[in-house]
């Protein structure tokens, strides 16, 4: 069964500094994608960076990039310079090719300190 | 804005009542899908329309329905409402089904059983 694990509860980061948020996962399905979401305290779910698992290359998006090491089934979600709006929980999520359901970790609460 | 609405945003009901929960796909989309996210369960998919479809099921409950009308809106019934069901509910949709098909997610439902 697909499992996603999220080991950091709780992150802390200066305002303007990188941060990495660490994501692990568990699949037996050779084709699978890799997701992270966004939670503000405001309640809505805000994608942010997809990883194709047959991508070579990996995924960037504006401030957001995607540390993707196969091998080592990891998936880690670096933010760079990171702004005071950046403070909220950050879910990674896995969807394989056999299925339609997203399965998520338990997230990762990020606070951006000034 | 995601392009994916759910109305009501906050519901406040008692135990055994029933209540729909509604959402609007994202223009041209043809999945939807049901996701509950409670503090002690995190986030769990439910279920997923496809085209009108029921395409696969997560875990729902037996008090709980859904359906996709032909105008690809859908809805979430919810029976015999206990309080253990106060949770935020999500819709999200996407343009697919495939392990790469990026699901976008509406703002949600607060749900609270009294």
């Known amino acids: 069964a697909q499992k996603i694990t999220q080991t950091q509860p709780g992150m802390f980061v200066q305002e303007k500094e990188a941060v990495t948020l660490d994501c692990t996962y568990d699949?037996?399905?050779?084709?699978?994608?890799l997701f992270w979401y966004k939670q503000p305290s405001s309640g809505e779910m805000i994608f942010l960076i997809y990883q194709g698992s047959y991508d070579q290359q990996n995924a960037t998006e504006g401030r957001y990039s995607l540390n993707f090491q196969k091998a080592r089934k990891s998936a880690n979600l670096v933010i760079s310079a990171s702004q005071l709006g950046d403070s909220a929980m950050y879910f990674c999520?896995?969807?394989?090719?056999?299925?339609?359901?997203?399965?998520f970790g338990e997230g990762t609460q990020l606070t951006v300190n000034p | 804005d995601s392009g994916v609405t759910q109305t009501p945003k906050h519901l406040i009901t008692a135990t055994g009542q029933r209540v729909t929960l509604r959402c609007s796909p994202r223009s041209g989309d043809l999945s939807v899908y049901w996701y509950q996210q409670s503090l002690d369960q995190g986030l769990q998919f439910l279920i997923q329309y496809y085209n009108g479809e029921e395409r696969a099921k997560g875990n729902i409950l037996e008090r709980f329905s859904a359906q996709q009308f032909p105008d690809l809106h859908s809805e979430l019934n919810l029976s015999s409402l206990e309080l253990g069901d106060s949770a935020l509910y999500f819709c999200?949709?996407?343009?697919?089904?495939?392990?790469?098909?990026?699901?976008?997610f509406g703002p949600g439902t607060r749900l609270t059983v009294l």
């Open positions: 999520a896995m969807r394989e090719s056999s299925g339609s359901r997203l399965t």
């Open positions: 699949t037996s399905d050779p084709s699978y994608g």
């Open positions: 999200a949709s996407s343009s697919g089904g495939g392990s790469t098909d990026t699901q976008y």
